[in-house]
């Protein structure tokens, strides 16, 4: 293992030239979003659907959340249609398709009523996204998900998904916790900032990266910045804020 002053530097790009000139998404592809809560995980995931998703390719956005104003005023402003339940088609009121669906069910507060009812409601987002393809899921608190035993249907489309067109986006606060094939089988990593050893760890499983040059970067980075990884190409570069 190298010193970390005897590695090279990662080139840095403006969030927005990296958005307007950098950002490449093609359908099936499956990207991964780590970082500690208030890095901005949701609002970079929303910068870049924005740019990725379609009514030919729509974002299934899968809310676990009972409250979240960002995602609201973010669905509503960006022309997404918030259902209760997945799929939900067009209707005599609503004859067009939006870009994208924030699937959020209702919660009675009740938690062994809303898990299970959750649960189902999600198997059936999720199952119907990848047997049709051309989708863009995204897990906005993976982790979540895989507590609710659905740490299957995600692990499908991860491997499954790119030859039907079904792109799985993860977003978790802990590396430790989420599935390991969201960074085996990640065509786009965006890596917060991250000093636990445990965390950094994790980050060797990407595969085909420097991963000293990776945990010396994470380590360094500042607040709302990101490793970003492009692994087909071993393109690695940091998106500043």
């Known amino acids: 293992m190298g010193r970390y002053d005897d590695l090279p530097g990662v080139v840095r790009i ?3 030239a990296f958005l307007d000139e950098y950002w490449t998404y093609f359908p099936g592809e499956h990207v991964t979003i780590l ?3 208030g890095n901005g995980k949701t609002f970079t995931a929303q910068q870049l659907l924005e740019r990725s998703a379609s009514p030919e390719l729509p974002a299934l956005c899968i809310i676990a959340k009972r409250e979240d104003e960002t995602v609201k005023a973010w669905a509503k402003g960006a022309g997404y249609r918030t259902v209760t339940s997945y799929p939900s088609g067009a209707t005599i009121w609503r004859p067009t398709k939006p870009p994208g669906y924030v699937l959020w069910p209702k919660f009675v507060k009740i938690p062994s009523v809303d898990k299970p009812a959750h649960e189902r409601i999600f198997r059936t987002g999720l199952l119907h ?3 049709k393809g051309r989708h863009i899921v995204f897990a906005d608190e993976t982790v979540g998900l895989q507590r609710l035993h659905l740490t299957e249907e995600i692990e499908e489309i991860l491997m499954q998904g ?5 792109g799985m986006w993860c977003a978790s606060q802990a590396p430790i916790n989420i599935t390991t094939y969201a960074y ?4 786009h990593l965006f890596l917060g900032f991250a000093n636990d050893k445990r965390h950094v760890d994790r980050f060797k499983e990407i595969g085909g990266v420097d ?5 010396h970067t994470v380590r360094n980075l500042k607040k709302r910045e990101w490793l970003y990884i492009r692994k087909e190409d071993r393109v690695m570069c940091i998106v500043e804020e």
């Not at 991963?211 to 945990?215: I, Q």
Request: charged share 15%; hydrophobic share 25%.
């Open 184 to 187: 085996s089988q990640a065509h």
């Open 35 to 37: 970082g500690y809560t």
């Open 129 to 131: 996204a990848y047997a």
């Open 14 to 16: 403006p969030r927005q």
């Open 211 to 215: 991963t000293d040059l990776c945990a």
């Open 162 to 166: 790119r030859s039907l067109k079904c």
